[in-house]
């Protein structure tokens, strides 16, 4: 590289974590009232909510599935979750991640349960500073359970990077921006499958591997925050 | 044998494991590898074979034999749509719609059941696309005028009836309420002390998980 090395110093980053570190969690369930089920989570400064409604009726008609039900997704960056104003309205990476998001969870649900109906998840990035897709993800899971859709599993997301030529967990905003490789992956960590992939940058099958174990760990530690999110719902109908 | 792998009532999360091995998969679960794992949010019920999770929440999807509460919301030739407040509406036929006969050319159906109108009625077939045929034929079945209308959720309907009716019928002997539980959380509350019941219901619906609900019940209906 030839620009000046300022990402990392004695295997610190930016904002002090370890290569391996992730940011700071939190998560909650059931924060919407008028939706079926709705989560919240947040991973340093990139935060999301997302709301689930159905399965419900779904039109226009002929978009109906006469044997299996159908997960819509939309992902959306609010005007004020970046620097500059996002111009507010679909983009074309907003559709797109909307796109793949829905093959992220679509895998996990019983969907062949809800002949002709739909599931719809909306996720609105509240805060952004990297690793958007990963954050919404586990917003949209944690909503997806909160509202009783039965599912495989519980859907975690996490993205890993390289940064200076060195694989590390979580990228935040500076390091996405400045680094070479950006890697997000969902996953559900019980059975090991992997429901989303994509990769931003040059790397090659050794770094790619590190980066995935990386991401794979990262996923683990996030779940564990869904399901402590999820478990305090038990609380509440006591 | 299998090996059980959660305790009696212990809360669970999709994705689960529940047991291992020779466990029969119950409501709430799937068997995925010889492995029992909950598919829903909700508390596990351990037999001594079979291992089912009681869902915290979720939505309708009709069944067969269920008896529900639904709106007229559409009249065909000689059919009725139901709303079920389900992703399916159900279908009530002239024949399952009245034990009288009703010459078509005489009478609007709109007589017999108006759109807007609530209906007790029995879900009698579901087909694998989800169609849903209802009856009014059962002697209970009927139109339901007047009184209120209250919606819990679904997974809380074996909690408000309780064991063999003891629930509901503790609220109806202390407010004098007349009320009819859907199967889809619809629960209809017609005279006597209607705000007391409704209260007494929604707190059903709010706390139905957690021991000691007759006694919190009852507390409610107590305390005027």
Partial sequence: MSKDKKLLKDGKRIDGRGIGDLREMEAEAGIFKRADGSGYFRMGGTEAVAAVFGPRELHPKHRQKPKRGILQCRYNLTPFSVEDRKRPGPSRRGKEIGKVSEGALSSTVFLEEFPTATIDVYMEVISADAGTRCVALNAASIALADAGVPMRGLISACAAGKIEDTPVLDLKGEEDKDGQVDLPIAMNVDTDEITLLQMDGMTDTEEMDEMLELAIKGCKKVAEKQREALMKTFEDSR | ?224
């Fill in chain 2, 1 to 224: 044998m299998g090996k059980k792998l959660v305790e009696d009532k212990s809360n669970v999360l999709p994705g689960d494991v529940l047991a291992e091995g020779d466990y029969l998969s119950g409501r709430g679960t799937y068997k995925e590898d010889g492995k029992v794992k909950s598919r829903v949010l909700g508390v596990a019920r351990t037999d001594k074979s079979k291992i089912s999770v009681i869902p915290l929440t979720g939505g309708y999807i009709p069944k067969e034999g269920d008896k529900v509460v639904g709106k007229v919301s559409g009249i065909g030739p000689s059919h009725w749509w139901i709303e079920l407040d389900s992703p399916y509406d159900g279908y009530l036929s002239l024949a399952e719609g009245s034990d009288e006969f009703i010459d078509l050319d005489e009478t609007d159906l709109s007589d017999v059941y108006d759109i807007g109108e609530i209906i007790y009625t029995e879900v009698i077939k579901v087909t694998s696309e989800k169609d849903v045929k209802l009856s009014m034929q059962d002697r209970i079945c009927k139109k339901l005028s007047g009184g209120r209308i209250v919606r819990i959720s679904p997974s809380k309907v074996p909690r408000l009836i309780g064991k063999g009716g003891s629930m509901v019928e503790m609220i109806k002997d202390k407010t004098g309420s007349r009320i009819i539980i859907g199967q889809n959380g619809i629960v209809w509350v017609s005279g006597g002390e209607e705000d007391l019941a409704l209260e007494a219901i929604k707190t059903v619906d709010k706390k139905g998980h957690g021991d000691g609900l007759t006694e919190k019940v009852e507390k409610i209906l107590n305390r005027r």
